[in-house]
């Protein structure tokens, strides 16, 4: 088979590879498209040190090689159907395992689940884990309820854009921040209310505070912890974290938390029960994924680096046919 490889240094390779061998409970997924998460970074750069070479991709949808069903792949492994954390054993498809930057991936058949019907081959490898991401952040920790006002950091991102549809979806009012107003108006037509522009913002978290303040922050930046509890607007206000791509050191204001009975909530990912729902989600809504651009497997170089520069709007997908 075809596949792009990250070797030392970084370096990703276009090349050839003996095909995947199924092991106990696995199956062949013959790939039409993988998508990219940030993580692909993370791999590629060796912030995770993971043994290479190794084939990158987490998200990815296919055909079963054994039945012929159109699927997506769930990427968590070792995630118990039913279980609320994943296990010691939990692993991420595509690293240390290899993954879907390739035509083919051997994956466990539990982890196979079906394509949603309105979504083309680039949809539906765009938003699994990233709208799973975004589901359990919002609902299973962050218990999101229709009449609530959620704020959403960094409007663009994959698990941004998929965050504003499935909030607006349930009901909520959604606020953004963007460094961009381009990007701040396209969340507009994802369904977000209005944003707050950091970037030209002396202080964003009282510019939220005038907006109403919100019952709920997402928040993947990591070094924004305190301004992102600064902008919620009463107490038991909650601010889930999944990601530091700001800056993993944080100070904060203890006191006004505890009086304030806030919570700082960590998450990542989702259960099987999670992406359950978030199936549901999809075969009920009518939003859609969003795709920045599409490309050729033998371009992922080109992908990894536009998606490196943030410039992106919404998720980047290769071909893998």
């Known amino acids: 088979m075809q596949a792009v490889r990250v070797h030392e240094g970084g370096t990703l390779a276009y090349e050839t590879c003996a095909d995947p061998e199924p092991q106990g409970g696995e199956v062949l997924v013959e790939l039409r498209c993988a998508g990219l998460n940030r993580r692909d970074l993370l791999v590629t750069s060796g912030v ?19 039945t012929s ?48 019907r309105r979504f083309s081959w680039e949809e539906a490898a765009a938003f699994p884990l990233a709208a799973l991401t975004a589901y359990r952040a919002l609902f299973t920790r962050g218990g999101l309820l229709g009449n609530e006002t959620v704020l959403v950091l960094g409007a663009g991102s994959g698990v941004s854009t998929f965050a504003v549809q499935l909030a607006s979806q349930h009901g909520a009012r959604v606020l953004v921040t963007s460094s961009s107003d381009e990007k701040i108006e396209r969340a507009r037509e994802l369904g977000a209310d209005t944003g707050v522009n950091y ?75 999670d992406f ?46």
């Open 48 to 66: 995770y040190p993971f043994p290479l070479p190794l084939i990158p991709g987490s998200d990815g949808a296919g055909v079963r090689r054994d």
């Open 69 to 116: 069903e159109e699927v997506v792949i769930y990427s968590a492994l070792g995630w118990a159907a039913g279980a609320a954390f994943p296990g010691d054993d939990f692993q991420i498809l595509g690293g240390p395992r290899d993954g879907t930057y390739a035509e083919l991936v051997a994956v466990p058949a539990a982890n196979l689940m079906p394509k949603p």
């Open 199 to 273: 970037a030209s913002t002396a202080d964003w978290p009282a510019a939220v505070k005038e907006l109403g303040g919100a019952d709920l922050v997402l928040d993947a930046i990591g070094s924004t912890w305190q301004q992102s509890l600064d902008c919620l607007r009463g107490r038991g206000g909650r601010v889930v974290v999944f990601g530091g791509t700001g800056g993993t050191d944080v100070a904060l204001q203890v006191r006004s938390l505890y009086f304030a009975q806030q919570a700082l909530i960590g998450t990542m990912m989702g259960s099987p029960d």
């Open 276 to 321: 359950a729902g978030l199936l549901r989600m999809a075969e009920q809504g009518t939003w859609r994924p969003v795709i920045d651009s599409v490309r050729p497997l033998s371009e992922a170089t080109a992908a990894v680096e536009r998606m490196g520069t943030g410039a992106q709007f919404g998720k980047l997908v290769l071909t893998c046919d």
